[in-house]
């Protein structure tokens, strides 16, 4: 159990490091070096868990991806409550968020996010069902869309608003479309 809980903090420390590198560099610019010194720990021990910054940088996009994943299915026949827990999530995680949202390292991982089958129906239950499978399709897109720039403008400013206000401005808007 013990290691457990050191091989938990070892990657924390990695992810923590990562963040606060990526938030000035580029990850290509990052070394594997720069990164254990940053984090505190020994190379070794990063090579016994990732071969790459790349490698570590996907683990965190997937436990985000997971987490979001985990928060919406907890509503899946409530949207409103789906939006507000994703936020929540992106609230939780916003230097992670951030710079990934703002494509500094992966301009893939809004795609990818979007992809996900929870937030394509939690999406598509404001879609009408006698719109043809092509305007289903440009629906989605232009409420997906347009939810992830509210978003990407939302982790950007210095005073955010809460999680709540960010959906209640969501839904003010899915409702009038």
């Given at each position: 159990m013990?290691?457990?809980?050191?091989?938990?903090?070892?990657?924390?420390?990695?992810?923590?490091?990562?963040?606060?590198?990526?938030?000035?560099?580029?990850?290509?610019?990052?070394?594997i070096?720069?990164?254990c010194?940053?984090?505190?720990?020994?190379r070794?021990?990063f090579?016994?868990?990732?071969?790459?910054?790349?490698?570590l940088?996907?683990?965190?996009?997937?436990?985000?991806i997971?987490?979001?994943t985990?928060?919406?299915?907890?509503?899946?026949?409530?949207?409103?409550?789906?939006?507000?827990?994703?936020?929540?999530?992106?609230?939780?995680?916003?230097?992670?968020?951030?710079?990934?949202?703002?494509?500094?390292?992966?301009?893939?991982?809004?795609?990818?996010?979007?992809?996900?089958?929870c937030?394509?129906?939690?999406?598509?239950?404001?879609?009408g069902?006698?719109?043809?499978?092509?305007?289903?399709?440009?629906?989605f897109h232009?409420?997906?869309?347009?939810?992830?720039?509210?978003i990407?403008?939302?982790?950007?400013?210095?005073?955010?608003?809460?999680?709540?206000d960010?959906?209640?401005?969501?839904?003010q808007?899915?409702?009038?479309y």
């Amino acid at each position: 159990m013990g290691e457990n809980q050191r091989i938990r903090l070892t990657k924390t420390l990695l992810k923590d490091a990562l963040v606060r590198l990526l938030n000035e560099q580029n990850i290509y610019s990052i070394s594997i070096r720069e990164l254990c010194d940053t984090a505190e720990i020994n190379r070794s021990t990063f090579y016994k868990y990732y071969g790459s910054q790349f490698d570590l940088l996907k683990e965190m996009e997937d436990d985000l991806i997971e987490t979001v994943t985990d928060s919406i299915a907890k509503y899946p026949s409530r949207p409103e409550r789906s939006f507000y827990e994703t936020c929540k999530c992106i609230d939780d995680n916003y230097e992670l968020v951030r710079i990934l949202f703002n494509n500094n390292v992966d301009p893939m991982f809004p795609e990818k996010i979007f992809a996900l089958p929870c937030i394509q129906d939690t999406i598509s239950q404001y879609i009408g069902e006698s719109a043809s499978q092509a305007e289903r399709e440009y629906q989605f897109h232009f409420l997906a869309y347009g939810m992830y720039q509210v978003i990407k403008v939302w982790i950007n400013k210095e005073n955010r608003e809460s999680p709540q206000d960010i959906v209640d401005l969501i839904m003010q808007q899915i409702l009038a479309y």
